[in-house]
Every structure is written in structure tokens, then in C-alpha cells.
């Protein structure tokens, strides 16, 4: 999955400090990322230096290994046009489902959604006022009514309902990615996160589940969101699907061999497709394989 970039590892605590200017500057505008693409394929970003003396301003967000990145704040575009007559340009961040490395896509993505949360938090919601960043922890303090706001983690369920050898699929409505998914959806205030997976898939297609089985969790910088994957069976033997289709623009139930192949191995669904159709839709050896965390 995106977040999967061992050996190395991901350091998100915060810290207070000042780059020096070989460490790793994530430029954010208009929601697209500043970066650049070699002949491999292979992305990469610009440095702090690149940046000095020119008005930005730089927020440490994390550390991969011993690799810092830093969220640069430019003034305006015009502060990269010497970058972007060097091969950068501006990407979407789907471009990060794929890329390569996996440690750079995720440093990506991740800091976008820091980024967009700083964007975001420049005022407070409660009276208007002007926000500060705080000193200790990573949180943007109100100085005029004390309000404290972190940055925004919406937990939400991946659900692969499984019935008679058959995975129940979808596709979204109304949305640009148009490929196979699973259902999902987010949790709702008072809500158990098992109570979500009943609640989303009674809303989506109509049926009852039963026997649910967490699978993983996975964050998804895209939305903002921590996942958590399900396993669960239809509750009885009616099958049929009443869709609603503000969500969804089609569901059904899929046999194992026309699950398509994982070609980017990014997202927590995928991987949950994956090991159903690898073991055959058999129910026994995917419970043993949720029970054991070892597939066959």
C-alpha cells in the first residue's frame, strides 16, 4: 500500500526548527505538487535551497529515515520559474498512486494533506481571528479565544462483503476514478466503527452482514482519512442489491477471476480484492487467513 516504504521509516513527530537547505521543500498550488520526472519514471523533489531568498517561508512536517521535508510556503509561482524551465512542473496528486519511489510518493501526498490543513486553518472557525502555529506540538492555536484545532484524520470503513464464492464490487457515481471498489464510508458521531460498516453497507446496497472481520488500516492522505478494512458475509441468503444511486453507479457480485489485477498496489481496497481473488473466494481460507495474517 502507499504507506508500505520499508525499509525505510516514516517519522511524522513534530518539531520546531529551521532547514539549512539540503533538505526536501514540498511546494503546494492550487492543490497541484510541484515535482519532476526522470526518463525511469522516477519523481523527485526540490531542495530547501532552491527557495532561499526568495520570501518563502518553510514548515518542518516530517522525516523519512533521516531525509527532512519541509512544507515551502512561496510567495507566488513566479519564485519557480527557474525550477519549471528545469523539467518540474505542476502534477494532480493521483500521480502519486503510482509513482516511484514509494517513499517519495507517500512524502508527497502526506504533506499535501498538511499542507491543505495549514491552508485551511489560517483563521479560526469560532470567532475569525488570525491563527498561530504552536510551538510544541503540531496544532494551530486561536490567540484571541484560546480555540485549538488539529489537523483533520476522518475515520472511514473499506467493506468486502463476501457471499457463495462471491466478493460484492462497485463503482462510484459521479466521480473520476471509474475502476472496480469496495464499498465505503465514513464514521458518524456516536458511532462504533463496526456500527459504520453495518450502517454503509445497509445505505449503499441494501443488505444485512454479519461475521465481521478486520482486515487492516491504512491512512489516505487523499481524503484525509485513516481506513479501516472489513471482511464480513451477507446476513441470509437474499442477494439482491436496491442501489443507491447518489453513491454508487453500479454494484454487484463477482467471482474471484474477474477481480482485476492490482497494477498500482497503493490503496488499502485493492489489496482486499487482491486477497480474495488469491484465495479463490474460498470463505474458510480467507477466515484463516484474517486469523492467521498468512495467506496460503
Known amino acids: 500500500m502507499i504507506q508500505d516504504i520499508a525499509p525505510k521509516k516514516f517519522h511524522i513527530e513534530y518539531t520546531e526548527k529551521t532547514p539549512a537547505g539540503a533538505e ?10 510541484l515535482l519532476k520526472t526522470d526518463e525511469e519514471g522516477r519523481i523527485s523533489f526540490p531542495k530547501v535551497s532552491d527557495f532561499l531568498d526568495t520570501g518563502t517561508r518553510f514548515t518542518y512536517l516530517f522525516r523519512i529515515d533521516e531525509e527532512e521535508y519541509y512544507l515551502a510556503r512561496i510567495p507566488e509561482e513566479e519564485v519557480c520559474a527557474d525550477l519549471l524551465e528545469k523539467g518540474y512542473r505542476f502534477e494532480r496528486d493521483w500521480i502519486f498512486r503510482a509513482a516511484k519511489p514509494k517513499d517519495l510518493a507517500f512524502a508527497g501526498v502526506t504533506g ?11 483563521f479560526c472557525g469560532a470567532c475569525g481571528h488570525e491563527m498561530e502555529a504552536d510551538h510544541k506540538e503540531r496544532m494551530m492555536r486561536c490567540p484571541s479565544c484560546g480555540k485549538m484545532y488539529y489537523p483533520t484524520i476522518c475515520p472511514a470503513v473499506i467493506v468486502a462483503v463476501m457471499h457463495k464464492g462471491k466478493l460484492l464490487m462497485s463503482k462510484y457515481a459521479g466521480r473520476e476514478y471509474t475502476r472496480f471498489a469496495l464499498l465505503a464510508g465514513f464514521a458518524e458521531s456516536g458511532e462504533t466503527i463496526e456500527d459504520t ?10 443488505l444485512k452482514v454479519r461475521n465481521l472481520r478486520f482486515y487492516k488500516s ?3 492522505p487523499f481524503s484525509d482519512s485513516l481506513l479501516m478494512g472489513f471482511f464480513c458475509e451477507l446476513d441470509g441468503e437474499d442477494d439482491r442489491i436496491v442501489l443507491d444511486e447518489e453513491e454508487l453507479s453500479m454494484a454487484g457480485w463477482y467471482g474471484p477471476e474477474e477481480i482485476p489485477e492490482d497494477e498500482e498496489h497503493a490503496s488499502l481496497t485493492r489489496e482486499m480484492m487482491t486477497v480474495f481473488r488469491r484465495l479463490n473466494g474460498d470463505r474458510d481460507r480467507i477466515l484463516d487467513f484474517l486469523n492467521s495474517g498468512v495467506a496460503e
Do not use: D, F
Open 218 to 220: 491504512q491512512p489516505w
Open 112 to 122: 499535501k494533506q498538511l499542507a491543505e490543513w495549514y491552508r485551511s486553518h489560517r
Open 197 to 206: 460498516v453495518h450502517r454503509e453497507v445497509m445505505e449503499e446496497v441494501g
Open 24 to 33: 526536501t521543500a514540498l511546494v503546494y498550488s492550487h492543490g497541484l505538487t
